[in-house]
């Protein structure tokens, strides 16, 4: 199995979708700082593999995105056995959905995806998914590389076939595991990790430690051959040494040797003696002459010094003035330069008193703004206080011509009633004869054509008569208590309501509701006037802007004190003050940085004076050192002797000298004749030639023929 790319889309931190693609054959590295997502591909890997697109487990719940809890995808495109497969999984529950493409068009979806999948890949998955088998051993997540790898029951079985089928030629399968079981037991039994242990460290040990005495058996036998050797050696040269032997011309003849070579060796004695008295008296003489030469040349050496101290104190008294005139300039420069600093120090105090100031300017038109917004407040409220007055004074408001509305609704519909079952009268009567017809005693309206009649009514005519009218009407006491009822909820209606009329009561609502939005906009108005500052910590309300009006008066009170300002100045004024003082200020800053140009120069020749008078004193204490010590070491030696002195001991040195290098001449021409030894083979002696070699011992001075 290769993969070839991954596509998340909405996967834990990753939002839309992210692809990883061109995964090649070989090492693929995902590089990138921490948190960047590169575990959690890993994880989507391992997700869209092991785990069911329908799984309702922990873990697979915990692939949606971290925030919005979308649903999450995977799509991974791998080759195995010279095809390509695609797995796409989309991980919701029981509306999970699984599909798995090849390159050859077959296609699988939901359980048959996941059967071909495990089948490709060679796996069974569980219940509850993850890594089954042998991939918890081969597939390594973040924190767990430290961890024991857990093989289940078909992870081991799938572990020890692969082994068994590689190497159970030479194992005998199961079986043959016995064999390095046993051999790697008796290894273990002879050896550790540290080195030998049991029998085999003991053998191991007596084997070193024959090895070691048989080293040196051997360099004992080779000396005991190499004494042998010597010995029969000397036995022979000993058995030819005594034959022939004539011991008394042998004692004879070493005694004259004896006596030659002491009187050899007593005049080598004296030439010796007067060699090293020679030696010593031109050592003595040589000696005293240096230090003759060493004065003469510390008190030749003492002129040029005393020439070059001259000279040094000459550049000194040069280097002083040239420092000291520097030093004026500087001292000038200087005072010039801190006299533009105290300007510049009192410009700045007066721009922080402006600054102060102005906070006292800002200060006030922030609580003249405070005062008419104070005021803006109080006339709002005299116009609530009026608004208010005025809604009190009206009595209708929408329930109340609701009220009269169905009540006059209510009327009419009784007098539609009434007028469907009464009697009409209609009148034709000349209007100058209309004051002499009375209806039930009032007289006829003049308007009045008909009049609709339910009860018993009386016409009564002025000089003609009278004419009853007695309709027959079927519940018309219902009738009529339901017309009185109606009237008399339309008078209490229009009483409640303090109007005349429905028109009446409709203006008066109207006018009613829009004296309460005008208070309602007031009421918003006043809030909006003190909407609080978070910044300045000041809460909403006008009573904390009235604390606040009050804080910033005692603050510009404290402030003018501060200032002792007895008025605050106008705004144009303090910002033309501003202007000048910080034109001042400018030009203050120019000139400073013109005479810190202008000291640079002097500042610079004070410091090359300063070097050269440094320098010079210096060499001066260097050259006086000098000379000291040598006046010192001069006026020491001749505290001892004198230049006379010093030069006559010399030249006696040098005399003494000269004498005994002679007497050792006389002493060597006089010299007697060499001593030599006798010859080899006088009075019946042989040579017998001696090689002494390595820790040998001189032990043959004593055998007869071995006089040198």
């Known amino acids: ?23 090649g054959d070989n090492v693929n590295v995902l590089v990138g700082r921490n ?18 697109a329908k799984s309702a487990a922990g873990h697979v719940k915990a692939f949606r995105h971290f925030v919005n809890g979308t649903v999450p995808e995977v799509k991974l495109t791998f080759d195995i056995d010279g095809k390509t497969w695609t797995i796409h999984k989309r991980f919701a529950g029981q509306a999970g959905k699984a599909t798995l493409t090849c390159s050859d068009r077959r296609l699988f979806e939901d359980d048959a995806a996941e059967a071909e999948l495990q089948r490709l890949l060679g796996f069974t998955g569980s219940r509850g998914g993850g890594e089954p088998g042998i991939w918890g051993t081969l597939w390594v997540q973040q924190g767990q590389s430290f ?3 857990a093989l289940d029951e078909q992870g081991q079985r799938t572990m020890q076939g692969c082994l068994e089928a590689q190497v159970g030629l030479v194992t005998g399968g199961t079986r043959g595991q016995k064999i390095p079981r046993s051999v790697r037991e008796a290894l273990e039994s002879l050896r550790s990790s540290k080195g030998p242990r049991g029998k085999f460290k003991e053998a191991v040990d007596r084997l070193a430690e024959c090895t070691r005495e048989i080293a040196d058996l051997e360099i004992k036998r080779q000396s005991v051959f190499q004494h042998m050797e010597d010995l029969a050696r000397n036995k022979r040269e000993l058995k030819l040494e005594m034959k022939g032997w004539d011991d008394t011309a042998h004692r004879g003849e070493v005694e004259t040797e004896r006596t030659k070579r002491t009187a050899a060796a007593t005049y080598a004695a004296e030439i010796a003696s007067a060699t090293d008295a020679a030696k010593l008296a031109r050592e003595r003489a040589t000696l005293a002459r240096k230090v003759y030469d060493d004065r003469a040349m510390a008190v030749v050496e003492l ?40 300007k510049t120090s009192k410009n700045a105090e007066r721009a922080r008193n402006f600054e102060r ?91 009045t054509a008909s009049l609709p009649i339910l009860a018993k009514t009386i016409f009564t005519i002025h000089d003609v008569g009278a004419i009853t009218v007695e309709p027959q009407i079927k519940n018309r006491a219902a009738l009529i208590t339901r017309r ?24 008066a609502a109207a006018q009613r509701k ?25 809460a909403a309300g006008l009573d904390a802007l009235k604390a606040h009006l009050s804080e910033l008066r005692g603050r510009l009170k404290v402030e003018l004190e501060t200032c002792g300002l007895a008025t605050i100045p106008g705004e144009d004024q303090l910002a033309i003050d501003i202007a000048n003082n910080h034109a001042e200020g400018a030009r203050f800053a120019a000139e400073i940085k013109i005479a810190e140009a202008e000291l640079a120069g002097p500042q610079d020749a004070l410091s090359q004076a300063d070097k050269k008078l440094r320098s010079a004193r210096e060499r001066l204490a260097g050259l006086i050192g000098i000379i000291e010590t040598k006046q010192a070491a001069l006026e020491a030696g001749r505290t001892g002797a004198s230049d ?13 000298a000269v004498t005994k290098d002679e007497q050792l001449r006389k002493k060597s021409a006089a010299r007697a004749k060499p001593w030599k030894p006798s010859t080899p083979g006088s009075s019946g002696s042989k040579a017998l030639p001696i090689t002494i070699s390595g820790p040998s011992r001189i032990w043959a001075l004593r055998l007869p023929g071995l006089a040198r």
Do not use: C, W
Request: aromatic letters at 2%.
């Open 514 to 538: 829009e004296y309460v939005r005008r208070l309602s906009d007031i009421g918003k108005e006043l809030v909006n006037l003190a909407p609080g500052n978070r910044s300045k910590k000041l």
């Open 35 to 52: 948190e960047l997502g590169k575990s959690t591909l890993l994880e989507a890997i391992n997700g869209v593999i092991f785990e069911k």
């Open 484 to 507: 009185d009822a109606a009237q008399v909820e339309v008078k209490s209606a229009l009483d409640a309501a303090g109007v005349k009329d429905l028109a009446s009561a409709r203006i």
């Open 357 to 447: 100031v102005r906070g006292i300017v800002v200060l006030n038109s922030e609580i003249a703004q405070h005062l008419l917004t104070l005021d803006k407040a109080v006339s709002l409220e005299r116009e609530a206080d009026k608004l208010s007055e005025s809604i009190g004074a009206i009595a209708s408001t929408d329930d109340s011509v609701t009220r009269i509305e169905e009540g006059v609704t209510e009327l009419s519909a009784a007098a539609a009633a009434m007028n469907a079952v009464a009697t009409t009268v209609s009148f034709a009567i000349q209007e100058d004869a209309l004051s002499g017809v009375l209806v039930d005693g009032r007289a006829l309206d003049a308007s």
């Open 303 to 342: 002129v040029p010094l005393e020439l070059q101290l001259t000279e040094l104190n000459i550049d000194r008294a040069a280097a002083i003035e040239a420092k000291a005139s520097a030093q004026a300039s500087v001292d000038a420069g200087e005072a010039k330069l801190s006299e533009l600093r105290s």
């Open 644 to 656: 006379g002195q010093l030069s006559a001991t010399a030249e006696n040195l040098e005399r003494d």
């Open 1 to 23: 199995m290769k993969i070839r790319s991954i596509e998340l889309t909405n996967f834990r931190k990753f939002i839309g979708t992210v692809r990883v693609e061109n995964i």
């Open 147 to 149: 961890g024991d790898g």
